[in-house]
């Protein structure tokens, strides 16, 4: 059954091009490796709720958007055994320095996930 890592991530609006093409090099990376999908998305439609939200939940400024983003991976043997890799991939190393990176990645929410339902 497949396998998902989800995040959700506050960008600022100006760093949003610096972002996708950190992720495009990133998504190269992991599907190299061998991840099945990567994909990122940016809010267009995500209101901030009264007691939970997208926006809410990455206690998101007002220069801010959010981006969501997930990859997709055969198990979750194969995730843990590619993760191993990418993090050892030296083309990586640049993006991981926080200070380099075009986000707050303290405010990142991210996890794995088992798939409940398929259609």
């Known amino acids: 059954m497949a396998y998902t890592d989800g995040f959700i991530v506050p960008v600022p609006k100006k760093q949003l091009k ?49 981006v969501f983003s997930y990859i997709i991976y055969k198990s979750r043997k194969d995730r843990d055994r590619i993760n191993a890799k990418v993090m050892k991939d030296p083309r990586l190393a640049k993006m991981m320095d926080p200070k380099a990176m075009p986000f707050d990645a303290k405010r990142m929410i991210y996890g794995g996930f088992k798939t409940l339902v398929s259609v």
């Open 18 to 66: 610096a972002y996708a093409a950190m992720a495009r090099k990133a998504g190269k990376i992991w599907r190299e490796h061998g991840a099945l999908d990567y994909r990122e998305y940016v809010a267009d439609d995500v209101s901030v709720g009264k007691w939970t939200s997208f926006p809410r939940s990455v206690k998101l400024k007002p220069d801010e958007t959010v």
